[in-house]
């Protein structure tokens, strides 16, 4: 199974972007989902996730700014950002717990998608 995020682009404070995770192959489900975001020397860290019952959790800085969503029918995974900051210029990840037809649950990284915020 491979995750592939997109979304990513240049855009103005305040502004808006959706990420988009699909994954593919064979796969009966997500468990855990999660974004996490990394800036160059830094170490990645979790922006938000949710679980298998749809309970998220945001990092801080973009609580009240962010949403993250699922779609198991779909094999999607979103990220809305609202009211973009450029502090929140990154390299963002997805990351999943991907359930297989065996039932077994395997971590899956999408390549990442790069968020420019500047005017």
């Known amino acids: 199974v491979q995750l592939q995020a997109s979304g990513g682009g240049l855009v103005q404070p305040g502004g808006s972007l959706r990420l988009s995770c699909a994954a593919s192959?064979?796969?009966?489900?997500?468990?855990?989902v999660g974004w996490y975001r990394q800036v160059p020397g830094e170490q990645r860290v979790l922006v938000a996730a949710?679980?298998?019952?749809?309970?998220?959790n945001y990092a801080d800085s973009v609580r009240g700014r962010f949403t993250i969503s699922r779609d198991n029918a779909k094999k999607m995974v979103y990220l809305q950002m609202n009211s973009l900051r450029p502090e929140d210029t990154a390299v963002y990840y997805c990351?999943?717990?991907?359930?297989?037809?065996?039932?077994?649950?395997?971590?899956?990284w999408g390549q990442g998608t790069l968020v420019t915020v500047s005017s």
């Open positions: 949710i679980t298998s019952r749809s309970t998220a």
């Open positions: 990351n999943a717990g991907i359930i297989t037809p065996g039932f077994v649950i395997k971590d899956a």
């Open positions: 192959g064979s796969m009966l489900g997500f468990n855990r």
